[in-house]
């Protein structure tokens, strides 16, 4: 669809970059991102008005954390069914504002509307940044390091759960529903990153982590080589009580928002350091690598990544 | 619910204006709207998905086009029912790009989501303006004069042929029904106007007028009398053929996208000269009084205006 609009003479990021940026002056672009939180594909079974609403907030802050920018504003625009009731709004404008307030943004518009059936969010969020420090999807060099600020697959377990009815230990729910719930966007480690300058390209991961690496690929025109896939405990166990493949769960999944980068190797230990120090960790995955392939080493065996993405799941209305 | 949100110490403008603005420098402001339109109280019968979609845009533009700010980048989300095809949103595409071209803005990112049953369009824009040139709801005083930049209850009248069956001849029919396919915004107007200085207050009447100079009334702390209500003659026409109220059709309508401002008498004349220059017109109807009334003298009888807005209208999805 994006061919059929005309291009804006001051567009500074290509459409399909995890945010969009405009020219303010010299030295600063404005920064806007636009996402949309609907009931049928985004809120699980269980989740709470006041979650869906802090969801909203969230997917849209991932992307701005993935290139390195604070967001200062928050407008939602909410179209909701006609049975809820004020108190289910009042439920909405609160898990709106807890996400702004989270993320060190404010909630300064928006609009509400009627809609038939189903329950639709859109934030759009808004922030400036020095225009040297945006981070792109299109920088990674062959030779850079390619990591990740977290864990993959507890999501993908935790809707395996909720939407297939697969069971388990009541300790395990407890681990792998927390970030369906409650997701977290990576906005702390997203500012430390881009405030080192050795982050040569970055992507959030709510499509999946091998889309992630997918995107990044097709930017930078580059490969990876993984050598590791950091899972959780809980998620191998969730795995092996249920015979299912912990590397499909962990690449393969979705709306997980961790920030997927690549950093020049020879500023590793300080972008370790910065992300640390802002509370976060990263750990290393792999390489860059001049071929177009993306590629997991497991043992002896060699996994072919597929470039294929989170499906956001679909319930009856 | 706005009072449940913690307020932003760089907010300009008070929740519930047209726009909300952030301070970028010390000259200058960010503006941001985000406003939906949703297939069942937005999109009438026989709109076309191109009309919508440049619709969605359209009723954005208004909101900068009554601050007096020139929208320069949009962002939209779309939510879609399954049923739709490529060619659908392709037009959907199309026409957010026409409406954004003839207001001289770009598209500029967004996404694309699937939801159960109803189209939902958000469009979110972003403009730069200058902090004293931005006009407020909050300036009217009394002995300003009041004055709109166009006729009222077209949009009634259409609506009426089209939701409640009422007929009329095809020639009146096409005129009442084009500014519901295809409503203007009035932009160059409302840039004409705050380049002048002279607007004390400024409102998009997409409530309906009644409703808008009650939202003027309410911010400025004011009141208004009327002593003319600007109706095309197809409106009276029309009003006449189904013993309908022209002035009802006028004052309690909505989907019409007319400014409504009040304007510093002495600058009157500078005014009309200005938004004459940029191809529009203004007329005045009345003037800014202190008394927290709104009344409309027509011949020797004296209308008291009601604080009702415009209420979308509801299909059967």
Same mark, same amino acid.
């Given at each position: 669809?994006?061919?059929?609009?005309?291009?804006?003479?001051?567009?500074?990021?290509?459409?399909?970059?995890?945010?969009? *940026?405009?020219?303010?002056?010299?030295?600063?672009?404005?920064?806007?991102?636009?996402?949309?939180?609907?009931?049928?594909?985004?809120?699980?079974?269980?989740?709470?008005?006041?979650?869906? *609403?802090?969801?909203?907030?969230?997917?849209?802050?991932?992307?701005?954390a993935a290139k390195?920018?604070?967001?200062?504003?928050?407008?939602?625009?909410?179209?909701?069914?006609?049975?809820?009731?004020?108190?289910?709004?009042?439920?909405?404008?609160?898990?709106?504002?807890?996400?702004?307030?989270?993320?060190?943004?404010?909630?300064?518009?928006?609009?509400?509307?009627?809609?038939?059936?189903?329950?639709?969010?859109?934030?759009?969020?808004?922030?400036?940044?020095?225009?040297?420090?945006?981070?792109?999807?299109?920088?990674?060099?062959?030779?850079?390091?390619?990591?990740?600020?977290?864990?993959?697959?507890?999501?993908?377990?935790?809707?395996?759960?909720?939407?297939?009815?697969?069971?388990?230990?009541?300790?395990?729910?407890?681990?792998?529903?927390?970030?369906?719930?409650?997701?977290?966007?990576?906005?702390r480690e997203g500012?430390?990153?881009?405030?080192?300058?050795?982050?040569?390209?970055?992507?959030?991961?709510?499509?999946?982590? *091998?889309?992630?690496?997918?995107?990044?690929?097709?930017?930078?025109?580059?490969?990876?080589?993984?050598?590791?896939?950091?899972?959780?405990?809980?998620?191998?166990?969730?795995?092996?009580?249920?015979?299912?493949?912990?590397?499909?769960?962990?690449?393969?999944?979705?709306?997980?928002?961790?920030?997927?980068?690549?950093?020049?190797?020879?500023?590793?230990?300080?972008?370790?350091?910065?992300?640390?120090?802002?509370?976060?960790?990263?750990?290393?995955?792999?390489?860059?690598?001049?071929?177009?392939?993306?590629?997991?080493?497991?043992?002896?065996?060699?996994?072919?990544?597929?470039?294929?993405?989170?499906?956001?799941?679909?319930?009856?209305?």
């Amino acid at each position: 669809m994006t061919d059929l609009l005309e291009k804006a003479p001051t567009r500074f990021l290509p459409i399909g970059d995890d945010v969009s *940026a405009l020219e303010l002056d010299q030295d600063r672009l404005a920064v806007v991102k636009s996402d949309t939180l609907v009931g049928k594909t985004d809120v699980p079974p269980g989740m709470s008005l006041w979650q869906a *609403a802090r969801k909203a907030v969230v997917i849209n802050v991932s992307d701005f954390a993935a290139k390195g920018v604070q967001p200062l504003a928050i407008l939602a625009s909410l179209a909701f069914p006609p049975h809820l009731r004020k108190e289910d709004l009042e439920q909405i404008a609160r898990g709106l504002g807890a996400g702004a307030a989270e993320y060190g943004a404010y909630v300064i518009g928006g609009d509400t509307n009627e809609t038939a059936v189903d329950l639709v969010i859109t934030c759009s969020l808004f922030g400036i940044c020095r225009k040297d420090e945006l981070i792109k999807r299109s920088g990674a060099k062959p030779g850079d390091l390619v990591a990740v600020t977290g864990t993959f697959g507890e999501v993908s377990a935790g809707l395996k759960i909720l939407l297939e009815n697969l069971d388990a230990p009541a300790r395990l729910k407890e681990k792998l529903l927390a970030p369906v719930y409650m997701p977290n966007a990576r906005l702390r480690e997203g500012l430390a990153l881009a405030e080192t300058g050795l982050v040569t390209a970055s992507i959030d991961s709510s499509d999946g982590l *091998a889309w992630s690496l997918y995107e990044l690929s097709e930017a930078s025109g580059v490969g990876f080589s993984l050598t590791s896939l950091p899972t959780s405990s809980e998620v191998q166990e969730f795995a092996r009580m249920h015979g299912l493949d912990v590397h499909e769960l962990a690449l393969y999944g979705g709306e997980e928002f961790e920030l997927v980068v690549t950093v020049n190797p020879e500023g590793w230990s300080q972008v370790r350091r910065a992300v640390e120090k802002a509370g976060g960790s990263i750990l290393q995955i792999g390489r860059v690598v001049e071929e177009r392939e993306m590629t997991l080493k497991v043992g002896k065996e060699l996994i072919m990544l597929e470039p294929k993405g989170f499906q956001h799941f679909s319930q009856a209305p």
